[in-house]
């Protein structure tokens, strides 16, 4: 159904990440509408990856457990501890993931919401710095009509610089409503 939703919308993926890279974290933005879910459902089933997004376990429970995990939930359990008896964090917690994965491709999308954002979650740079995995930076051009995953970066643990290439890719992109769409303004400088 997404890939005929896809194709009737008029999209095509112009983009794609090498088979080579089993481990990463894409960045999917800008993310401005419902339909991003359906139109990136269809574009993965085209370019043949097998996406998966961290939720809290909470959501993995009737009615909504099988549909989650069809469309590619892992459980993250907020009240897990580390080997110190702390409570994890989402970073360490998702960063941990990969090594339970021999290919994962965990998809995350840092605006948190369909609002206007000028400021992004910064997290998906730490989950892949601590995984020692690249960031895919995946996207949906609603303006072209064109989706992908345009390149890979590795992290260098130089945050503002690694951050202004991403936001200088980024800042082009045109979401479904792009008044709701920005970069993260201060990162972008």
């Avoid at 009737?8 to 990463?24: A, F, Q, R, Y």
């Avoid at 999917?28 to 990136?40: E, K, L």
């Avoid at 090594?99 to 979650?121: Q, Y």
Wanted: with cysteine.
């Amino acid at each position: 159904m997404f890939k005929i939703v896809f194709r009737l919308g008029g999209w095509k993926v112009t983009h794609n990440i090498s088979d080579e890279v089993n481990k990463c974290v894409v960045v999917v933005a800008p993310h401005t509408s419902n339909w991003d879910f359906v139109y990136g459902m269809g574009a993965v089933r085209f370019m043949k990856l097998h996406p998966r997004f961290a939720i809290k376990k909470e959501w993995l429970r009737f009615p909504f457990k099988r549909l989650m995990i069809k469309c590619g939930a892992l459980a993250i359990d907020r009240d897990a501890k580390n080997i110190a008896g702390e409570q994890k964090g989402a970073v360490e917690s998702m960063a941990e993931l990969f090594n339970h994965h021999e290919i994962l491709r965990l998809v995350i999308t840092p605006e948190g919401t369909r609002s206007r954002r000028e400021k992004w979650k910064t997290g998906f740079y730490y989950v892949a710095l601590k995984a020692n995995v690249p960031i895919g930076l995946g996207f949906m051009d609603y303006e072209k009509r064109e989706c992908g995953i345009f390149k890979v970066i590795y992290p260098t643990g130089d945050f503002k610089k690694d951050m202004k290439e991403i936001m200088d890719f980024y800042k082009n992109i045109k979401g479904k409503h792009p008044e709701n769409f920005s970069v993260d303004v201060e990162l972008s400088q």
